[in-house]
Structure formats: structure tokens, C-alpha cells
């Protein structure tokens, strides 16, 4: 009796530890400090984990640089986590086989060009949650003050640039609000625009792989455009060290400025409330487009990339566990909630029209910048590698639109990078 | 014949006292730098290691960005060393002459030492602001508007300014040493030259810095050694920026880790291993060259 008891004690222990075994799944991410986003992500694992009772997905939260050092070092040492945040220029990690191949994902629900960007050797290794155009936002009363006008096009001309520019200096206004003080990207953003025009999609992608040359005639004359412009005084006197999170505020606040070339994700920082670092109420913020450069190829081209995304480790023991998980976001129902909450374009196929809450308007306007838009895929410092990349963003995030490196010595440089 | 049991060696407490330091010192400092010497001789990638012989340093031998790196740090080691064991001493003997107000300056010179890199780097950003930095405002106050500049963003001023940090941050570190060789001099000898009528110039050149001319060098060679490794404020306050002319060969080891989009641990451990070899030979000549030949006797 006692024996039969025993065994009906253990078989019951069994079964409630059958029942209650779950199949963790790690995840380490980047946006320790972005409060919307890492909620959204917090919000897309409650909902599967809710649809699967079986796996529980426990996250990590880190800033940016610490994480990719963690990363560095568990993936070397085999303890780095089932699913991790990554961007498409990690490239290491899949030149390095460190990458589950993602091509069972749920491709169907995410855009094709985002697909490409995260494509190596013809496979998908990255689901691409948030994408970027570089805008370039404007303070609607300062040039209202400065007595321009936004074409309908929404683009100014070359000629109306420099104009803007000296009105603005005269006034005592910084024309462009615009800081490389802690990234290796945004003060690039004024070059590689203005190539991207100048140049066409397919030459400019020539320029960035190597295959045309920075003296090229055509290069040349687009970066004494831009020179003008920043002798003139484009940008903040603080430009070198003004931090990018400072530049925001620098724009909408103090001192303030006419413009400001960012990236689309601005407004995840300046849609919280002003105490948060956001910009102030009522701050009458316009989007134009990039401006049109003196006999461009193609004034429409503009930048797209993708940003954060999450990856699958290679020696992950849960592949199915976690490509379900990244499956679960794949969808528009994923797309719409992130774009209403954290204001950023995403990857995942959405339908921008039917994006409702306060600031629908503003996805109005945004998409109006990218009418008729012919895209290149991924700023420069995601195609470069190695020496090419240090050396473009040491001359054209930081020295060139400082105004401290002449237009023939920034070509020497960067010809001198593609050197074999 | 048999050995007096008190002769033989006591093997087992000789172990038992060195084996820790052993264990530690072969886990934590020989096997990382043989790890390292060895990473140079080949390509280091995950899960994969393959052998480039001297590849890796025939590579780093035309690396442009590298000499670049290692003359920025040259400059620093040599500059810094003077200008922060040159100040020091002008502090030490103020303080020794016993100026009025000497304990507080005595705190004040020594407090920026008690700071981090780090803290010491954002500060500085902010003194070195353009617009409303500490070092613009002074100049403009006093009509010197022409001389503002961005310290930290023009390639000819960024290396100065930096090195004008560190000597800030490090004399009065160096003050306190040396004021306290200045306190440990036999007063018979500075009392004898007084009787001579010695003046103060000729006692400090004749007497006292040939007295404290080991605690000099002991200062000048850290300052040295300090420099050629510095990393923590350049990757504050400038990245190496504006181009390169920051960059230092730690800086630049760190970027081609971490920030060159690879996995490869085989060049950075061959930067590593030759500037090992370059700071250990500029270190033995550093002393051989400012060593005493005589030994002061008093």
C-alpha cells in the first residue's frame, strides 16, 4: 500500500514538472534606455508567450556599444544568447557563419528591400523591425522668418540652399542643426545625400564599392556645392563635439535651428513629452526633402535603412522556438503597433494610411517626402568595411562638413582608403 | 653521507607560499601575453584560427593609420612627462617656500589626479565647448575673441588640448611626490649652502634637483609609460578625431577589436605585441639615458 502510494506521489511529481517544463529562449537587446521601443518588444514577447504557453522568452536589456561587446565575446565563447538585436552592417557576423539562416521566416510579411538589406550570399539572416529615411526636418516659423517659401515639390534647389544658409547667418540663426560628437554617421548624412542625387543609385553604389573614383568630376563639383554651404556657415560651431541627442535639442530648443538632417527616428525622441527630451508643444515641425543638386541624375534618390533588428544565433538550440517568436512580429497588426508607438518606419509590410493617433499627420507628411522616391539601400559606413569605413567617417562625418579638411584632400583620402 | 635534515630545502612551504602568486601571475599576465604574441602569428576568428606567419606584421608595417597612431603617441609620451614634472616642481617648491594659502593649493592642484578619465574627459568637452565652454569665454571676456577656437575639433589644436589635460589632471600628483622628496633633503646640506650664500637659484640648480634627481626620473618614466597607454580620455572626449590627429595606438588597437566590423583577434594582437616591444625598449633607453653615473653622497 505504501509502495503504491509512493509510486502515485512520484508519477504526479512527473507530471507536474512535464507540465510546468518550459523551453527558454534568451534574447539580448539594445535599447536598454528607448523606453517605447523596449516596451514594444516587451509587449510582442508577452502576446507569443501568452499564444505559447510553452516557451518563455527572457530578455536582456542593454545600451548599444555593451551590448555588441557582450556579444563579441558569447559568441566566441558559445554562451552568446538564442536571439540577439543586430543591424545589417554586422556583416562579421555572417561572413563568420554566426547567423541562423532566416529563410523559413515569414518573408511574406516584411518588405522586399528590407529583406535585401539583410540578404548575405543570397540568404536572409535578419528580421528588419525598424527601418529609417534621412529626412530633413524644419522649424516652419524660422523659415517663415527667413521669408522662404517649401516648394510644392518639397525640395529646395542648390541656389535656394546657399540663400537659406546666409539669411539664417544674418539673423544670427544656425542654419542646420547637425552634431558627429558621439556617432560615426550623421554629419555623413549631408554628403552622401547629395552624391546619391548627383550620381544615381547605381553610380553612387560604384563610389561606395570602389569602382568610381572620388576624383571623378561629378564628385568633385557636388562637394564644393557642399562646401560653400558649410563656409557659409551651415552647421552649429559646436558641430564636431555636439552629441547626436544634442543636436536634437539644439534644433527644437536651444538655441534652435532652421533645419535639421537626421534620420526618421527623430521623432522616437522628440514626440515625449519636453521633459523626457522631447521637443516643446506646438513646435511647428515641417519635413522637406533633401535638396536638389546642380545636374543630378536622380534629385528623387534617397537613403533607406534598416536599423534595429533581431537575429537568430547559428548554435542556437531553440531555431524553431525563436524564428516563431520573430514570426509572431512579421505581421501588420506588429507594424501598425510599432509604428504608433514608437513613430519610426519598420521592415514589416504596414499600411501607413490606416496609422491613427496624434500624430497621424506627421505619417502624412512623412510618406509625401518619399513620393516618387527611388531608394538606396543602407548609409555608407553599412556597404564599407574596414579601412574605407574609418577613413569616410573620420573625413565626412567629422572633418569635411567642419570645414577642416579641404574637397581635394577629402578625395585624396578617400581614394587613397580604396587603394589596393 | 646523510644531509642535516635542517640543510635540506623546505620544498613543500616553498610551493605552498609561491604556487598562488604563480597560478595567478601565469593565468593573469604570461599566459595572456604568450596568448597575444601567439593571436599575432595568425588570423583569430570565431571558431577558427589560421596561421599567417608574418603576415600580420608585414601588414601593420605599411598600416599608414598605425604610424600615424604611434607618432600621436610619441608626442604626448615626450611632451607630457616634461611639461607635468616641469610644473610639478614649480608647485612643490612654491609649496616648500610655504606660500600663503599653501594647504589649500595644496589640495586644489591635487584634487583633478582624484578624478577619472572619464569624469576628467566630459568635464573638459564642456570646458572646450565653442559656444559656451569655459576656455572660449575666458578668451572672449578678456578681448582675446580671435583666439577662440574649437580646441577639441580642429586636427592642429585637438592634441594639445588633449595633452594640456593630462598635465593639468597629472603636476599635481607629481607635486606631492616631489614636495615630499623636497621635505626629506638633509637640512644640513641646504643649511650649509645658505651659509655660503648660496642664492636660490644656484641651490635649486646645484643642490636640490641634483638631490631630487632619482625621484625626477622615477616621475618622468611613469608619466612616460602612462602615456603610451593612454585610451579612456581620447575615447571621451575625441575617438581618435578629428582625423587621426587624437588617435593614439591604443585607441586605434581598440577600434581595429571592436569597431572594425571583424572577428579577427590576430592584427590587434599584433599591435599589441609590437608596441609592448616599443614601450619595454623606449622605457630601458628612457632609463638608461637619465641615469645617474655618480652616486651623490652627503
Not at chain 1, 63 to 77: Q, V
Not at chain 1, 92 to 120: R, V
Amino acid at each position: 500500500m505504501r509502495i503504491a502510494s509512493l509510486i502515485i506521489a512520484a508519477a504526479c511529481a512527473l507530471a507536474s514538472i512535464a507540465a510546468t517544463a518550459q523551453t527558454k529562449v534568451t534574447l539580448w537587446s539594445h535599447w536598454a534606455a528607448e523606453k517605447i521601443k523596449r516596451d514594444f518588444v516587451e509587449d510582442a514577447i508577452r502576446r507569443f508567450e501568452a499564444a505559447n504557453p510553452g516557451v518563455k522568452i527572457e530578455a536582456q536589456w542593454y545600451e548599444k556599444t555593451a551590448l555588441y561587446a557582450a556579444l563579441k565575446t558569447a559568441l566566441r565563447a558559445g554562451t552568446a544568447p538564442d536571439i540577439f538585436y543586430a543591424e545589417p552592417d554586422q556583416t562579421e557576423y555572417m561572413e563568420n557563419n554566426l547567423l541562423l539562416d532566416l529563410s523559413s521566416l515569414n518573408w511574406g510579411g516584411i518588405e522586399p528591400w528590407a529583406k535585401e538589406i539583410w540578404s548575405h550570399k543570397g540568404k536572409p539572416y535578419g528580421l528588419p523591425l525598424e527601418a529609417w529615411t534621412v529626412e530633413l526636418f524644419y522649424n516652419k516659423k524660422l523659415l517663415a522668418d527667413l521669408g522662404i517659401k517649401v516648394p510644392s515639390s518639397m525640395q529646395l534647389d542648390a541656389a535656394a540652399m546657399t540663400d537659406l544658409v546666409k539669411k539664417a547667418r544674418v539673423r544670427n540663426q544656425t542654419p542646420m542643426a547637425l552634431g558627429a560628437g558621439d556617432r560615426p554617421f550623421p554629419g555623413a548624412h549631408l554628403t552622401h545625400e547629395a552624391l546619391l542625387k548627383r550620381l544615381g543609385v547605381a553610380d553612387y553604389d560604384n563610389l561606395l564599392t570602389g569602382k568610381l573614383s572620388w576624383s571623378d568630376a561629378r564628385v568633385v563639383d557636388t562637394l564644393r556645392t557642399l562646401r560653400s554651404w558649410i563656409d557659409a556657415g551651415l552647421l552649429p560651431t559646436t558641430f564636431t563635439t555636439l552629441k547626436l541627442g544634442e543636436s536634437h535639442s539644439y534644433f527644437h530648443t536651444n538655441p534652435g535651428a532652421v533645419l535639421f538632417l537626421n534620420g526618421s527616428w527623430y521623432t522616437s525622441r522628440a514626440f515625449n513629452p519636453p521633459d523626457k527630451g522631447g521637443q516643446p508643444p506646438n513646435f511647428p515641425l515641417g519635413i522637406m526633402k533633401y535638396p536638389a543638386m546642380p545636374q543630378a541624375v536622380c534629385n528623387e534618390c534617397r537613403t533607406i535603412s534598416v536599423g534595429g533588428s533581431f537575429v537568430v544565433n547559428a548554435e542556437t538550440k531553440n531555431g524553431r522556438q525563436a524564428i516563431a517568436f520573430l514570426n509572431s512580429m512579421a505581421t501588420p497588426e506588429t507594424a501598425s503597433r510599432w509604428l504608433e508607438n514608437v513613430l519610426v518606419q519598420t521592415g514589416i509590410k504596414a499600411d501607413y494610411s490606416k496609422v491613427g493617433g496624434p500624430h497621424a499627420g506627421y505619417f502624412k507628411e512623412l510618406a509625401a517626402t518619399s513620393q516618387g522616391a527611388r531608394y538606396y539601400f543602407g548609409i555608407p559606413i553599412q556597404k564599407m568595411q574596414g579601412k574605407q569605413k574609418e577613413v569616410f567617417t573620420q573625413v565626412f562625418n567629422n572633418a569635411f562638413p567642419a570645414g577642416t579638411i579641404s574637397v581635394d584632400d577629402a578625395v585624396k583620402q578617400m581614394n587613397a582608403a580604396y587603394a589596393k | 653521507m646523510q644531509r642535516n635534515p635542517i640543510d635540506r630545502q623546505p620544498w613543500g612551504a616553498i610551493s605552498a607560499f609561491l604556487l598562488p602568486a604563480l597560478t595567478i601571475y601565469t593565468a593573469f599576465t604570461a599566459y595572456p601575453v604568450l596568448r597575444t604574441i601567439w593571436n599575432s602569428f595568425h588570423r583569430v576568428l570565431p571558431r577558427k584560427e589560421e596561421f599567417v606567419g608574418l603576415a600580420n606584421y608585414a601588414a601593420l608595417a605599411k598600416d599608414d593609420l598605425f604610424w600615424r597612431a604611434v607618432g600621436n603617441t610619441f608626442i604626448w609620451a615626450c611632451a607630457s612627462p616634461l611639461a607635468e614634472v616641469g610644473i610639478a616642481l614649480f608647485l612643490a617648491l612654491a609649496l616648500y617656500a610655504r606660500v600663503p594659502g599653501m594647504r589649500f593649493f595644496r589640495i586644489a592642484w591635487f584634487t583633478p589626479v582624484l578624478m577619472s578619465y572619464v569624469v576628467v574627459g566630459i568635464i573638459w568637452v564642456w570646458i572646450y565647448n565653442y559656444d559656451w565652454g569655459a576656455a572660449n569665454a575666458i578668451l572672449r571676456t578678456l578681448g582675446l575673441e580671435r583666439w577662440a577656437a574649437a580646441w577639441i575639433g580642429d586636427p592642429k589644436l585637438a592634441l594639445p588640448s588633449l595633452i594640456f589635460i593630462t598635465t593639468w589632471m597629472w603636476s599635481g600628483f607629481n607635486m606631492v611626490v616631489l614636495l615630499a622628496a623636497l621635505h626629506s633633503l638633509p637640512s644640513e646640506v641646504i643649511e650649509a649652502a645658505e651659509l655660503d650664500n648660496c642664492g636660490w637659484g644656484a641651490k635649486l640648480w646645484h643642490i636640490i634637483i641634483p638631490l631630487i634627481k632619482p625621484t625626477l626620473l622615477n616621475l618622468l618614466v611613469l608619466s612616460f609609460i602612462g602615456k603610451m597607454k593612454i585610451f579612456d580620455l581620447v575615447w571621451i572626449t575625441t575617438k581618435g578625431g578629428p582625423l587621426w590627429s587624437t588617435e593614439t595606438v591604443s585607441t586605434y588597437l581598440y577600434k581595429r577589436a571592436f569597431e572594425w566590423s571583424t572577428f579577427d583577434l590576430g592584427y590587434p594582437s599584433t599591435i599589441a605585441a609590437v608596441w609592448f616591444v616599443i614601450v619595454l625598449l623606449a622605457v630601458l633607453g628612457l632609463t638608461r639615458a637619465l641615469r645617474s653615473r655618480e652616486k651623490l653622497e652627503y
